[in-house]
């Protein structure tokens, strides 16, 4: 996901506690946290009602690094949220040797802090550094960053309902390299920040445009991995539509131009009858994990679940299409517009994604029962 620069009408006038008076809690993960004070502060000086997705500066980040020689990557450390240092060399630079995740925290009502399935985000690190011939960190160290990144900005964490605190895992070639090739040093480093909704429409519908000039990716690409690279390539195509008032832009393959893939950083499914269907994995398509949720909720929900080819013109005939994501949840679309021919679908409090995204977020926020272990508490 891209972050947007932060709204002067969510954040008033926050500022960071200086380094020399941080406050460092021993808690079940040796994370630093912020003072009652602190968290008051925050409290009182966020406008949580107005939370988009943009960028608020929390307080720290987590940072390590994996040299040259070595096999694994080193022990990490909290530090200050700030600028880094890269040699204008550095293969991410260069080459685009970088893969990043998105996960988010979430208070419950009963002030317990949860993750959401973060070890399948680290397996998704894991397999596209495997892609992009980078280390990687393990499972374990994955997790640990994560958690110690949330707790150590727990003041940012929104209230129940009111938004979740969005943590990006980024994994670069921080190594200086002049032929193409893999860089000799790696950093992995976890930054957060306080989200709403993704979309400018808040909880409303949304609205695509299919693009038939740019492609999002092709057969053999680094489509199906969380690569730096695949991003800026749909802003241009992003941005023409978002000028026409336009939220997001749907995908065709770039083989024939004929099946949905997905939309710029989301996956998309269609109802039809009681039948919900979505693209396969074909290494096109990041397999999202908001995606693999929603597709067991479904089942649990008595839904037929399928993944197969979708041609656009059976899209459109669809009951229901939605979007799903880490970022966006699960976000109704009310209307796709395909050469120049824009067609409604019905809204209603009665949708079949609105109950697929009510027992998501249930489950997210611990008031739903996790009956497959996806919860992960640190608080």
Wanted: proline share 5%; hydrophobic share 40%; aromatic share 8%.
């Amino acid at each position: 996901m891209i972050f947007k620069t932060v709204s002067s009408r969510i954040i008033r006038r926050i500022t960071a506690t200086p380094p020399h008076k941080a406050q460092i809690g021993v808690r079940c993960l040796g994370g630093q946290a912020a003072s009652p004070l602190q968290e008051s502060a925050v409290e009182e000086e966020m406008e949580w009602d107005n939370l988009g997705f943009s960028l608020v500066q929390t307080d720290y980040m987590y940072v390590m690094k994996c040299g040259e020689e070595e096999s694994e990557f080193e022990a990490g450390q909290l530090s200050r949220f700030g600028n880094i240092e890269l040699s204008p060399a550095a293969g991410v630079l260069n080459y685009g040797q970088g893969v990043f995740e998105g996960t988010k925290a979430y208070r419950s009502e009963n002030g317990g802090l949860f993750l959401f399935r973060p070890q399948d985000n680290a397996i998704r690190m894991q397999i596209g550094a495997d892609r992009m011939c980078m280390q990687s960190p393990s499972v374990h160290q994955f997790i640990h960053a994560v958690k110690q990144t949330a707790l150590a900005n727990r003041r940012w964490i929104p209230p129940p309902g009111k938004g979740s605190l969005y943590i990006r895992p980024l994994l670069i070639g921080s190594g200086p390299v002049l032929g193409v090739a893999p860089a000799a040093e790696y950093t992995f480093l976890v930054y957060a920040s306080p989200v709403g909704n993704y979309f400018k429409e808040g909880t409303a519908a949304i609205n695509l445009y299919v693009e038939d000039e740019f492609h999002r990716a092709g057969r053999g690409g680094a489509g199906g991995v969380k690569s730096v690279t695949n991003y800026a390539p749909v802003m241009k195509a992003m941005r023409r539509a978002k000028d026409k008032g336009f939220s997001d832009v749907l995908y065709l393959d770039a083989n024939n131009k004929r099946d949905i893939e997905e939309v710029s950083a989301s996956n998309v499914f269609m109802l039809k009858d009681n039948v919900i269907s979505t693209p396969p994995m074909n290494g096109t398509i990041l397999e999202g994990i908001t995606r693999k949720s929603i597709m067991d909720i479904a089942q649990d929900l008595g839904y037929q679940v399928e993944e197969r080819a979708i041609p656009i013109e059976e899209l459109l005939e669809a009951d229901e299409v939605f979007c799903t994501g880490t970022a966006v949840v699960v976000a109704p679309v009310g209307s796709i517009t395909y050469k120049g021919n824009r067609v409604e679908y019905k809204m209603s409090a009665e949708l079949g994604c609105l109950k697929l995204q009510s027992r998501l977020v249930g489950i997210q926020r611990g008031e739903i029962e996790d009956s497959r272990g996806w919860l992960v508490q640190i608080e």
